[in-house]
């Protein structure tokens, strides 16, 4: 099995950044995409971010240019680095992991808050 372990969630002003972590444990295939997603009270789960270990990425339209996503594959770890935070970004981010391998399966971690408030 694999876990997935988030972190770097909090409460921030707008306009102030965060960075989120999230590692990576158990049996995980090395062609894989990591991902970051969020859901907002009585919203849907949405996608904020994705990236694969052969190095494509994906953003969100709202999140784009503020938002980066990296990788350390030696690790599994993927990081979400959130600058110039909006109140519309507080949510629980979750973390995905995901193999490219036709019918494998995914996994996610619990989440972590953030909150954007003054």
């Known amino acids: 099995q694999v876990q997935l372990l988030e972190s770097g969630g909090g409460l921030v002003q707008p306009g102030g950044s965060l960075r989120l972590t999230c590692v990576a444990s158990?049996?995980?295939?090395?062609?894989?995409?990591m991902a970051w997603y969020r859901q907002a009270p009585g919203k849907q789960r949405e996608l904020v971010a994705a990236h694969s270990s052969v190095g494509s990425t994906h953003y969100a339209d709202s999140v784009k240019g503020r938002f980066l996503i990296s990788r350390d594959n030696a690790k599994n770890t993927v990081y979400l680095q959130m600058n110039s935070l909006k109140p519309e970004a507080t949510a629980v981010y979750y973390c995905?992991?995901?193999?490219?391998?036709?019918?494998?399966?995914?996994?996610w971690g619990q989440g972590t808050q953030v909150t954007v408030s003054s």
């Open positions: 158990g049996s995980i295939s090395s062609i894989n995409t």
């Open positions: 995905n992991l995901r193999g490219l391998v036709p019918r494998s399966p995914e996994y």
